[in-house]
């Protein structure tokens, strides 16, 4: 294992999180934790898929009038 860590800490740190965090709210925080991790690794490559952004609704310059004079 990388930097030392072992299989029997690995599960001590995740038993320490459960008590801490709780079980109703680990989930959430995992997800989240998985999300910046992801994000970290897309700028850190230059890939940019943009599902987060939605785009941007079309303005209109003027009104029905307008463009027909």
Request: proline share 9%; glycine share 12%.
């Amino acid at each position: 294992m990388p930097l030392g860590i072992g299989p029997m800490e690995i599960v001590i740190v995740l038993v320490i999180a459960l008590v801490v965090i709780g079980p109703a709210k680990l989930p959430g925080m995992a997800k989240s934790l998985g999300t910046g991790v992801r994000e970290f690794k897309d700028s850190l490559s230059g890939d940019s898929d943009d599902r987060d952004e939605t785009p941007a609704p079309q303005a209109t310059v003027g009104s029905a009038r307008s463009e027909a004079v």
